[in-house]
């Protein structure tokens, strides 16, 4: 018998370019990827209107040597996208063609210094690709939240963004004894149940963290007291789990450290040992307690 073939259908634009076919569930935000230099694989989704720099604060913030401090603005205009150059250094160029004002079309190359970015659009399959190699590539497998890379870098990047920003440390009290106790797929039930704690009460912009083991953090652009508010909310969460195995009640409970940004830091990390500092003495003081920086 012959075999049963499916025809195919290969779908092209008005530049005979070829589209990949559209799945009802796509529709991605527009983004630029960048496909060759500095800072590969990198993906911004791109809002309305963006600044594309050196300078900390712009909204595609490129801190490479060969991007201007303000190199040039991507904007919406007449249902697609249009660039500027700012003045730029070395000037822009889409598609290797220097640019001064210029419509973006989908699948063109944006140079930037060193770096070339792609637009993709919201149905492109690349897009999808990337998104998907961007997620596997910064969530923690276990927790499904942001992994330690992840979190790192979006610390940094936050840093240069927002002058409110705070952080809270925190590490699930005694979690060898629970391993210990109940074994270790047991505790993997617990690290994954204070995931979905942090997820649940960390909704965006906020971003939740499992940096390693049983130490988590959160990162968020809030004062102070919003921070040791919210970090008290996920401790009372995390003590009212109701967690058991085989019948056994798992009790659980995490000691927290807050610290915000203050004017003499010079990077996130400095945030961060405070964080830290603070979660060793909530430690150290009897632990299921939150302390904010000293
Ligand atoms: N189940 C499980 N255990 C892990 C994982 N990663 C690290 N651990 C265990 O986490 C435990 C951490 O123990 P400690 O650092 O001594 O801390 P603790 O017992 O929580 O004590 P305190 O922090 O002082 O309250 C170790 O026994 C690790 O083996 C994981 O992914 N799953």
Redesign the pocket.
């Known amino acids: 018998m012959e075999p049963k073939t499916v025809p195919s259908r290969i779908l092209t634009d008005h530049t005979m370019r070829v589209q990949a076919p559209t799945l009802a569930a796509e529709n991605r935000p527009w983004c630029l990827v960048v496909v060759a230099g500095p800072m590969v694989g990198s993906r911004f989704e791109l809002a309305d209107a963006v600044t594309i720099g050196r300078e900390a604060g712009t909204e595609i913030h490129l801190p490479e040597p060969s991007v201007s401090r303000r190199h040039c603005h991507v904007f919406r205009k007449r249902g697609g996208f249009w660039v500027n150059d700012l003045g730029a250094t070395n000037p822009v160029r889409i598609n290797g063609m220097q640019v001064k004002s210029s419509p973006l079309l989908e699948g063109d190359v944006l140079i930037v210094g060193d770096l070339m970015l792609k637009l993709l659009g919201p149905n492109s399959a690349e897009n999808a690709m990337v998104a998907a190699l961007h997620d596997q590539a910064s969530k923690d497998v276990?927790t499904g939240i942001a992994n330690r890379r992840h979190f790192r870098a979006e610390m940094e990047r936050a840093f240069t963004q927002h002058s409110d920003l705070a952080l809270i440390a925190l590490?699930?009290?005694?979690?060898?004894?629970?391993?210990?106790r109940f074994?270790?797929?047991?505790?993997?039930k617990?690290?994954t149940a204070v995931g979905a704690t942090l997820r649940r009460h960390c909704p965006p912009p906020a971003l939740p963290g499992r940096i390693?083991?049983?130490e988590f953090a959160v990162l968020l652009a809030a004062n102070h007291a919003e921070a040791c508010a919210l970090a008290e909310q996920l401790r009372a969460a995390i003590e009212a789990l109701q967690l058991e195995d085989e019948g056994r009640e798992i009790r659980v409970t995490a000691?927290f450290g807050v610290a915000s940004r203050r004017p003499v830091d010079a990077d996130a990390d400095a945030i961060y040992a405070r964080a830290d500092a603070a979660l060793y003495e909530a430690?150290r003081s009897g632990?299921n307690r939150v302390l904010g920086e000293a």
């Open positions: 276990l590490d699930v009290d005694h979690f060898k004894s629970i391993n210990d074994g270790h797929p047991a505790g993997d617990v690290l390693g083991g049983e000691s430690k632990r």
